[in-house]
């Protein structure tokens, strides 16, 4: 995959559009002076934590002594569930119940943007990448440029677009995100049961 694939793949785990709900709902409370400062805070503590675990998550799995299989179709499997959930939303919504008041890196920066699944596709990335690790870092930028972009469009964009435009952008990324995670297992099993593709 190459740094264009992989930022997307990583923009559309970050589910942006998906988020503009969660992220007006949590920034409802906040004065509107400072919606924005808040907006751009919370991704770029997002942004932090997604650089922190590309660079330290090979510690962990190495610790772990997980073989690159197994965490490549976690990987596709983790990919899978939460392309389900986009395709078929529950009432609750991602996240639930928001706090109120003015967040601070929960619930926006993580788990809404730096979320389980972003963190996983990394420690994935990280581990089955044959390029150069300067790719990767270039790849979470861009995949988080192209977040921030539309999440610091949150109130537009909902106007434009609707909860049925929403909606349906939403479930198109969760049909694009399990034919990645479909092939991401397929490539290794064949591996693990060495199979010719």
Do not use: C
């Amino acid at each position: 995959m190459d740094i264009l694939g992989i930022a997307v793949l990583i923009f559309l785990v970050t589910d942006p559009f998906g988020n503009i709900a969660i992220f007006l709902a949590a920034l409802k409370g906040v004065a509107p002076e400072r919606r924005l400062k808040v907006a751009l805070r919370e991704l770029l503590f997002a942004l932090a934590l997604l650089l922190l675990f590309l660079t330290f998550g090979e510690k962990i799995l190495s610790a772990l002594s997980l073989s690159r299989e197994a965490i490549s179709i976690a990987g596709g499997i983790i990919l899978f569930i939460i392309a389900l959930r986009l395709i078929f939303p529950t009432p609750q919504g991602v996240l639930g119940d928001l706090p109120e008041g003015e967040p601070m890196l929960v619930p926006l920066a993580t788990p809404a943007v730096a979320g389980p699944s972003a963190l996983a596709v990394l420690m994935t990335l990280r581990n089955t990448h044959q390029g150069e690790l300067w790719e990767l870092y270039l790849a979470v930028l861009l995949a988080w440029a192209g977040t921030a972009l539309i999440l610091l469009q949150a109130a537009f964009l909902q106007r434009f677009l609707g909860p049925r435009g929403l909606t349906a952008i939403e479930r198109l990324t969760g049909m694009l995100l399990i034919m990645l995670s479909i092939d991401m297992l397929l490539d290794n099993l064949q591996s693990v049961l060495h199979i010719a593709p």
